[in-house]
């Protein structure tokens, strides 16, 4: 009597340690197939549309806008052309809708649209984040990408200063960051987009009012290139 007893606790511990390793064994499975998930990110067609501009908001600028889609579900609308960093990660500019009724408007919301940032998109984990770009502001200049490097015309917090600056994706703090001229109010841009060179990575900020200036790029520091070096290397 007690060897069946024996034997049918043997049966019975491994009847659950069979069960226990089959249920180890699903959801491993089941975790890896969701890990290996392949997302399809797709942008949507192009339409027209207009967006305020001008320090008075008083004039209108036409511009093509599409939607981003990850897994068929709506996520962004962008505008621009994506710029491609790796063969996993791009970088493509936003565009916003925004609510513009004022607090006693209580119809419907009035929608309009606003340039914004840029978001880095990644074609493997199907994820899309902003961009961190310090007093970056939509309407100061156009933002030009080299590699994971991308130059803008910032304007500081008390809207006085124009800076040029380099963000490198992936850091928090700016590579260049450099007062490169003044902030005028008449609503134009500030400056053009920045001008990239390579080998070695150079980068040139032309202000609206103001000479060129170059500074060189090396991983996280930056300095300024002197004119007589600027001509070596055109020559």
Same mark, same amino acid.
């Given at each position: 009597m007690r060897a069946n007893l024996a034997t049918g606790v043997c049966l019975s511990y491994c009847l659950l340690m069979r069960t226990f390793f089959v249920l180890i064994l699903v959801f491993g499975a089941s975790f890896a197939l969701a890990a290996s998930k392949t997302h399809v990110i797709t942008f949507g067609k192009w339409t027209t549309i207009k967006w305020a501009a001008g320090p008075d908001e008083d004039k209108t600028v036409d511009a093509k806008v599409r939607a981003i889609y990850v897994d068929g579900q709506l996520k962004e609308f962008t505008v621009g052309v994506p710029h491609e960093i790796t063969e996993r990660l791009f970088a493509v500019r936003r565009v916003l809708r925004v609510n513009d009724a004022l607090p006693q408007e209580t119809s419907a919301p009035r929608w309009i649209w606003q340039p914004g940032g840029w978001l880095m998109v990644d074609r493997v984990s199907g994820h899309?984040? *902003?961009?961190?770009?310090?007093? #970056?502001? @939509?309407? +100061?200049?156009?933002?030009?990408? $080299?590699?994971?490097?991308?130059?803008?015309?910032?304007?500081?917090?008390?809207?006085?200063?124009?800076?040029?600056?380099?963000?490198?994706?992936?850091?928090?703090?700016?590579?260049?960051?450099?007062?490169?001229?003044?902030?005028?109010?008449?609503?134009?841009?500030?400056?053009?987009?920045?001008?990239?060179?390579? *080998?070695?990575?150079?980068?040139? #900020?032309? @202000?609206? +009012?103001?000479?060129?200036?170059? $500074?060189?790029?090396?991983?996280?520091?930056?300095?300024?290139?002197?004119?007589?070096?600027e001509e070596e290397n055109s020559e």
């Open positions: 899309i984040a *902003q961009i961190n770009l310090p007093d #970056f502001d @939509p309407y +100061a200049s156009p933002a030009s990408w $080299y590699r994971d490097y991308v130059a803008y015309c910032g304007v500081s917090d008390d809207g006085k200063k124009l800076e040029g600056v380099v963000v490198q994706s992936g850091k928090r703090k700016p590579v260049l960051k450099k007062k490169i001229g003044e902030v005028s109010n008449d609503g134009e841009p500030l400056c053009a987009a920045p001008d990239w060179q390579r *080998q070695p990575a150079r980068v040139s #900020f032309q @202000p609206k +009012a103001g000479d060129k200036l170059t $500074y060189s790029i090396r991983s996280r520091a930056a300095e300024a290139v002197k004119e007589e070096e």
